[in-house]
């Protein structure tokens, strides 16, 4: 029994120290202990992918801004149209390309 849980075993009251259930209350503290241990280990993890997700947001409303603020680019000539376009699959693949690195 480590120091610390052998501290609030000490604190107990005499009367449940010594009535036969302190190994039980024991092995369930230790349960406790190691499931909190479990999830503390979960919640980094969800707080990596939130970090994950985050920049990758940020990537992509990036992207979009870059394709709404287009300037010069209006569609109504032909090579407008197609100028345009190129730009706005560059700004997607930019956006996507550094989410797989």
Known sequence: MNEQLQDIVNDLPYSIRHNGSLEELIEYTKGQAER???????YKDMLDEATILNEQNKRYREA???IVNIDGYF???????????????????????S???
């Open 36 to 42: 909190a241990q479990e999830l503390e280990g979960f």
């Open 75 to 97: 569609i109504d000539k032909p090579f407008n149209m197609v100028r345009a376009l190129n730009l706005i699959d560059g700004a997607a693949r930019n956006a996507l390309e």
């Open 64 to 66: 979009l801004e870059s």
């Open 99 to 101: 989410e797989s690195e």
